[in-house]
């Protein structure tokens, strides 16, 4: 199995920056996509920023041009920079990972417990 473990969330003042951290461990053979997703109260999940197996990322254009996806594929960690916040960001930011674990022969999406993202006006 994978496991995922996020950091980096908190409380900060709009225009301020946060940056998130996840790490995958267990049984990992491989990892295509990683991502993170957020779910603000009331609200459906929704995609944040995903990075693929060939370094393609995506953003929602609600980000676009403030935050950054950034995948290390040694350490199996991905992290998201997120600059100039706004009170409509405050979410609770999930951790994605589709990975292949040993011994398995397809790949599955793994998610993190999720971490508070507060954005003061």
């Known amino acids: 199995q994978v496991q995922l473990v996020e950091s980096g969330g908190g409380l900060v003042q709009a225009g301020g920056s946060l940056r998130l951290s996840c790490a995958a461990s267990?049984?990992?053979?491989?990892?295509?996509?990683m991502a993170w997703y957020r779910q603000a109260p009331g609200n459906q999940r929704e995609l944040v920023a995903i990075?693929?197996?060939?370094?393609?990322?995506n953003y929602a254009d609600s980000v676009k041009g403030r935050f950054t996806i950034s995948r290390d594929n040694v350490k199996n960690t991905v992290s998201l920079q997120m600059n100039s916040l706004k009170p409509e960001d405050t979410a609770v930011y999930y951790c994605y990972v589709r990975a292949q674990a040993m011994g398995a022969l397809t790949f599955s999406s793994y998610w993190g417990l999720g971490i508070l993202v507060t954005v003061s006006s």
């Open positions: 267990g049984n990992i053979f491989r990892i295509n996509a």
């Open positions: 990075n693929t197996s060939t370094g393609t990322t």
